[in-house]
């Protein structure tokens, strides 16, 4: 018996479809599409019908929709992004940990894809599990290849390299960085997720966020420039005295 077409489990994402305001712009709308997508056996998914209704309720032009999400059903993701397409509004996709498999189709009906330093970006070749004879074996192979086939027909729209390459790294299943996702141009836009301080944050949260961000290469050179400096100033102190 064939299965709809899914993706491999890559692991547990907390349900959450939701459309409200934004706190910081408010002419526009967050809309959170974390979990798996398409029908579940295990609890609320995130599905087409949901994000149709979600759509008809912002009245924003902008809409930042924010992804989480290891994947699920294939052409649940490639309507939900054909949705995306042919909205006439702004909609740009934040990824907030991950986009996997379908959840990448969703990002790309998005018109901007933003990725925070430290979220990932997985592509691959769909997959699926079947029972039967040889004839429906051989029809699942089928319908797989053409799967295939539309996967490369979304990436190449963004994909900087040869449609050869970008089967080879379908192939390969590895978690992109955000920085090989804009390499590759899956990717519009990197950001830095570090805030900063502010008068209300205790002393650990603004040495953190002052100081985090260094290289401990960049901490050494520090310390050795101090001691080169307080040489320098014992020697200048000797001359003087001298």
């Keep these: 018996m064939d299965k709809s077409l899914k ?4 692991g ?15 002419n526009e709308t967050d809309l959170y599409l974390y979990g798996d997508i398409g029908d579940g056996w295990w609890g609320e998914t995130i599905t087409a019908r949901g994000v149709i209704n979600a759509l008809n309720e912002i009245e924003t032009d902008v809409i930042n929709v924010h992804i989480q999400s290891f994947g699920g059903e294939v052409f649940e993701g490639i309507t939900i992004s054909n949705l995306f ?7 740009n996709a934040y990824i907030d940990g991950v986009a996997a498999s379908s959840a990448t189709i969703i990002a790309f009906g ?13 592509i ?4 699926t599990y079947v029972a039967g004879n040889a004839d429906e074996l051989e029809k699942v192979v089928t319908r797989l290849r053409k799967s295939e086939d539309s996967f490369v027909a979304t990436y190449m729209e ?11 790294l379908l192939k390969a299943e590895e978690f992109l960085t955000a920085e090989e996702a804009l390499a590759y141009g899956f990717a519009d836009e990197i950001i830095e997720t570090v ?3 502010t008068a209300g944050e205790d002393i650990k949260a603004r040495l953190m966020n ?24 014992l020697g200048n102190m000797a001359n003087v005295f001298n």
């Excluded at 998005?110 to 997985?122: G, H, L, R, S, Y």
């Excluded at 963004?158 to 080879?168: A, D, I, Q, Y």
């Design 7 to 10: 993706n491999h489990h890559l």
């Design 12 to 26: 547990e994402v907390a349900f959450r479809l939701e459309a409200k305001k934004s706190e910081t712009s408010p």
């Design 85 to 91: 397409k042919q909205s006439e509004k702004t909609i």
């Design 110 to 122: 998005a018109d901007k894809i933003i990725m925070p330093v430290n979220t990932q970006f997985m």
């Design 124 to 127: 691959h070749n769909p997959w």
């Design 158 to 168: 963004k994909f900087v390299g040869t449609e050869e390459e970008l089967r080879e």
């Design 195 to 197: 805030k900063e301080p």
């Design 210 to 233: 002052k100081y985090g961000q260094r290289k401990p290469e960049d901490q050494k050179n520090e310390k050795m420039n101090d001691k080169e400096n307080k040489k320098s100033l």
